[in-house]
């Protein structure tokens, strides 16, 4: 009899918990989709934030001063989007053992870097990385290159991709042509992307800025989503 009454309590505190599960689920669907209305009654842009390739491979060896200023920044511009309910997507490079899907500098080389199932391929434990976030997996440059990340930013209905990562003459200036060639306005995020050759991070910055992109600070960027909280009508 013991047994029979504990199997239907926990039936019952299974059917509590699904139940509080599938209402949560359905009050954030609902707090989106509002959020969604009012922003086009403002006729304010919605903005995603893609992170790119801050590994540990790339950034074990870096300056630590460096890294860490590059860390620090970036997760100021996560807690601000995360504090205006968008979008935060990482995206980072992951390699079969074999470089079978590697590119052809990397097969030709046999540089093994970023190797799935390594700590090398992980993103850098300081990072504020959420498990609710989206993590995108790229074989290539660009963010875009046969990835979910086109398809995401269409159901979010983003209008606005603003990059942070490295490196700058590299995967953040192929994303940043990707987006801009799908009719997205880009930002990039200066003290939030960085390159191992400052000369070709400068041309890039330089070529970018004005026309595929507008280059912006962090405390910049800041402040534009804590003004655009702020216009947001209270509940």
């Known amino acids: 009899m013991a047994s029979l009454n504990v199997r239907i309590f926990k039936r019952a505190m299974l059917s509590v918990v699904r139940k509080s599960g599938q209402r949560l689920v359905r009050e954030r669907r609902s707090c989106h989709e509002k959020y969604i209305r009012i922003r086009h009654m403002l006729g304010m842009t919605k903005r995603c934030l893609a992170i790119i390739d801050l590994i540990n491979d790339y950034l074990d060896h870096w300056d630590s001063d460096k890294a860490c200023h590059l860390i620090e920044n970036t997760n100021s511009v996560v807690r601000a989007f995360r504090q205006s309910g968008l979008p935060v997507i990482w995206v980072r490079q992951e390699f079969r053992a074999d470089l079978s899907d590697a590119f052809l500098e990397m097969r030709e080389k046999n540089i093994r870097i970023a190797i799935e199932g390594t700590r ?116």
């Open 120 to 235: 090398g391929a992980q993103l850098h434990a300081d990072l504020d990385w959420n498990p609710n976030d989206v993590t995108i997996i790229k074989k290539r440059y660009s963010a875009f290159f046969k990835t979910e990340l086109e398809h995401l930013l269409a159901e979010d209905e983003v209008g606005e991709l603003v990059l942070c990562g490295i490196n700058t003459h590299a995967c953040i200036r192929m994303a940043a042509i990707d987006a801009y060639q799908r009719d997205l306005r880009v930002l990039l995020v200066a003290d939030c992307i960085d390159s191992y050759n400052d000369e070709h991070a400068r041309v890039s910055l330089d070529y970018m800025d004005g026309k595929i992109a507008k280059v912006v600070t962090a405390a910049e960027i800041n402040d534009i989503l804590r003004s655009n909280v702020a216009a947001l009508p209270a509940e």
